[in-house]
């Protein structure tokens, strides 16, 4: 603890944590020494753990990095952070996040951006970019995040470490700041695929306050092995020839085709016929549901509220106005209009048949295919500040993350190198709803 706490000081500058939990983590380093002398300590004893800001914790701040919530304090704990306590985890802080996890590079956060460690005029990725850089960074052994279209991927793969999102349904949402609740999906980052399966046991399973939770059996650590069976995997082709993915980022690919043939596996180019609908379905139903979950933040409930509101209808227009940053109202707005009655045929429910097509061919795909083999990001992690004009660009840097959100599934991004300026690179994989351990043992191949 005396370590992270260290060096979350020395890189204070990379703005990775909202708050630091400093003389509690120390506290509870104490109790669980004595637990592991008495041997009496849980699974994850003295792994120390960052949480992302949108995670609830009782007694403890949770803002999802927002003015709205700046001054909210969590009167229960979430599941994932009960789970993590049970077994002896240490938590260190509330690590900054994109606000309400809408973004794709940390810079939509009311407490400004988180900076790259491998060079700091970088973005860390988004919105779990804090969780990502604080394990980068060495502030934690593990972090976790949540993932409703690649936030725990993408981040994971700007900053070179393990971010796996589980299928969805593995792990309980009760008490994680909602955003689309169709999507999002509680994930961790880490510096190996180990931690990532270790976590996962931890984390997954039947919970009573999460109705949409699998009620199958979890995976084990104790079950994760190398995978040296041959597989059969397919790639996106468009991965290698569109223009809009960075040559480092092919070259990456390339290499990796390569390898896995040559080490047996059958490796097929694959042309996905709704990769152009994948962006604009995700974002369509995205915006939908948190213009409907981000209606509790009336200045009423709870929260933020403004001090110039006069009457109810003051209140809510202007708590909403002031509280909320651009990006999340710019959702709102969206989602709303989606939604609403002439529109909603057009847009929402279109995309909801839409999502099923892409869920039926994915399917299909890995009917015939173990795996799907796309970069983590079109690119690696770009300068601080040159996408924040323009929110369709950054939209776009979810093209090969939102394929398993829509479909559910599980898929990890694995640190496949650095490009020449030493910026790191991610790889995904994708598999089947609840391959988990498939997943993770295939994982091992690529650490
Ligand atoms: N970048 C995507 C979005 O802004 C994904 C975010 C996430 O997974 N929370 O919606």
């Known amino acids: 603890v005396k370590g992270y706490l260290q060096q979350i000081k020395a890189k204070a500058h990379l703005n990775v ?41 009782k007694g403890h701040k949770v803002s999802a990095s927002s003015k709205i919530l700046a001054d909210f ?52 990725g988004g ?58 999906q509680v994930g961790s980052l880490t510096r190996s695929v180990a931690d990532a399966a270790l976590l996962l046991e931890i984390l997954s399973g039947a919970d009573e306050y999460d109705g949409t939770l699998s009620q199958r059996p979890v995976t084990s650590a104790a079950d994760l ?26 070259a990456t690919l390339t290499t990796y085709i390569e390898k896995l043939r040559a080490d047996g596996h059958t490796v097929k180019p694959i042309s996905f016929e709704h990769l152009d609908y994948l962006v604009p379905t995700y974002y369509i139903l995205a915006m939908a549901e948190s213009s409907s979950n981000l209606a509790r933040y009336d200045g009423v409930h709870y929260g933020y509220r403004s001090p110039n509101a006069t009457d109810l209808e003051s209140t809510y227009k202007l708590s909403r106005s002031e509280g909320f940053g651009k990006e999340v109202k710019r959702r709102i707005m969206l989602g709303t209009f989606v939604l609403s009655a002439g529109y909603y045929d057009a847009y929402y429910a279109k995309a909801q048949k839409v999502r099923r097509l892409i869920q039926d061919k994915t399917n299909e795909i890995l009917k015939e295919f173990d ?14 500040g040159v996408k924040e ?20 599934m599980p898929a990890i991004s694995l640190p496949a190198g650095n490009n020449s300026k030493g910026l790191p690179l991610g790889l995904q994989l994708l598999t089947k709803s609840f391959d988990e351990q498939a997943l993770l043992n295939f994982s091992e191949y690529f650490m």
Not at 136 to 143: P, R, S, Y
Not at 389 to 408: E, H, M, N, R, W
Request: glycine share 10%; charged share 20%; proline share 4%.
């Open 17 to 57: 944590f909202n708050e630091v939990f400093e003389d509690e983590a120390k506290a509870s380093a104490k109790e669980i020494d004595a637990r592991i002398s008495k041997g009496t300590a849980g699974k994850l004893a003295g792994m120390v753990i960052a949480i992302k800001d949108n995670i609830c914790y």
């Open 73 to 124: 304090t969590s009167i229960y704990s979430s599941t994932v952070v009960e789970r993590l306590l049970a077994e002896d985890a240490i938590i260190i802080g509330r690590a900054n996040c994109d606000e309400f996890a809408m973004g794709a590079a940390n810079e939509n956060s009311f407490f400004g951006p988180v900076k790259n460690d491998a060079d700091n005029t970088r973005v860390s």
């Open 127 to 184: 919105s779990s970019g804090g969780s990502a850089v604080a394990v980068q960074a060495g502030m934690c052994h593990a972090a976790i995040g949540t993932d409703t279209g690649g936030s725990v991927r993408q981040p994971a793969a700007f900053c070179g470490v393990v971010g796996l999102k589980p299928t969805y349904g593995r792990i309980s949402r009760y008490g994680i700041i909602s955003y689309a609740s169709s999507f999002d």
């Open 225 to 250: 092995k190398k995978d040296t069976g041959k597989k059969k995997i397919a790639y996106l082709q468009e991965a290698l020839s569109s223009p809009g993915v960075d040559a480092d980022v092919k």
């Open 371 to 384: 795996f799907i083999l796309t970069p983590t990001a079109p690119e690696p992690a770009f300068a601080l």
């Open 389 to 408: 004009k323009d929110p369709v660009v950054t939209y776009l840097y979810d093209i090969f993350t939102v394929q398993a959100s829509l479909c559910g």
